[in-house]
């Protein structure tokens, strides 16, 4: 069974940086794409970033392209996500996702429980 689960998350003040990580385990994620979404209260989930599975291209969401990084340690099956000049807007659950191969054409979504991010002003 693939199971993801995210650390983290915490309370900080504008201006200052977290590390998010999502441990995966189970099933291999290496040919998933991996992201993180979030979501802030009485809103709906929405993309933040993303790293390919096969050649490692990271995308952004252009709410925090320039403040925050997606990176992915294949040895320790666990997907960063650095988070660099937090804002007050950051403020949300973020959840890690896999977007898996599931027979040759067909994707399957695995997501972690959330972690809450706090960014006061």
């Known amino acids: 069974q693939r199971q993801l689960v995210e650390s983290g998350g915490g309370l900080v003040q504008a201006g200052e940086s977290l590390r998010l990580s999502c441990a995966a385990s189970?099933?291999?994620?290496?040919?998933?794409?991996m992201g993180w979404y979030r979501q802030a209260p009485g809103k709906g989930r929405e993309f933040v970033a993303a790293?390919?599975?096969?050649?490692?291209?990271?995308y952004y969401a252009d709410s925090v392209k320039g403040r925050f990084t997606i990176n992915k340690d294949n040895a320790k099956n666990t997907v960063y996500l650095q988070m660099n000049s937090l804002k007050p807007e950051d403020t949300a659950i973020y959840y890690c996702?896999?977007?898996?191969?599931?027979?040759?054409?067909?994707?399957?979504?695995?997501w972690g429980q959330g972690t809450q991010v706090t960014v006061s002003s």
């Open positions: 790293i390919d599975w096969s050649d490692g291209s990271p």
């Open positions: 996702n896999a977007a898996c191969a599931k027979g040759h054409s067909d994707l399957e979504n695995y």
């Open positions: 189970g099933r291999t994620f290496s040919s998933c794409d």
